[in-house]
Nanobody, 126 residues
C-alpha cells in the first residue's frame, strides 16, 4: 500500500522560512517524479515544485528563487525548503508521486500523479 506522509507545516511570518518533508512508503520505483502541490481555499490545486529521480527539478514561477526542492530518491523522501514566505503562500501543501521521470509527464498537472498525501497546512501572516 503506497503511503505519503507530509510534515513540517505550520505558521510563519512574512519573510520567514519553513521546511516541509514527505516520506513515501510501499513502493519502489525505478523512475519517479515526486513533489509538492498546494491548494488555497477557493482555489484550484497548483504545482509548486517537483523533483525527478534523474536529478532534474521544476518550479512554479511564483516560487522560483524562494523555494528549493531536494530529494533522497533511495528513501522515497522529498523536502521543500521555503524561504522568504509571503501571505500568498498560505495553503494546504500536498505531496504527490508518480512512476515516471518528471520530463515524461505534464509535471504541473495534478492528474499526472498517482498517489497523494493528506497534506500539511502552511499559514503565512503579514
Amino acid at each position: 500500500q503506497v503511503k505519503l506522509v507530509e510534515s513540517g507545516g505550520g505558521s510563519a511570518r512574512s519573510g520567514g522560512s519553513l521546511t516541509l518533508s514527505c516520506i513515501g512508503s510501499g513502493y519502489a520505483y525505478s523512475s519517479s517524479c515526486m513533489g509538492w502541490f498546494r491548494q488555497a481555499p477557493g482555489k484550484e490545486r497548483e504545482a509548486v515544485a517537483v523533483a525527478s529521480s534523474d536529478g532534474s527539478t521544476n518550479y512554479a514561477d511564483s516560487v522560483k528563487g524562494r523555494f528549493t526542492i531536494s530529494q533522497e530518491s533511495a528513501k522515497n523522501t522529498v523536502y521543500l525548503q521555503m524561504n522568504d514566505l509571503k501571505p500568498e503562500d498560505t495553503a494546504m501543501y500536498y505531496c504527490a508521486v508518480v512512476s515516471s521521470f518528471c520530463r515524461g509527464i505534464s509535471w504541473s498537472r495534478s492528474k499526472a500523479y498517482d498517489y497523494w498525501g493528506q497534506g500539511t497546512q502552511v499559514t503565512v501572516s503579514s
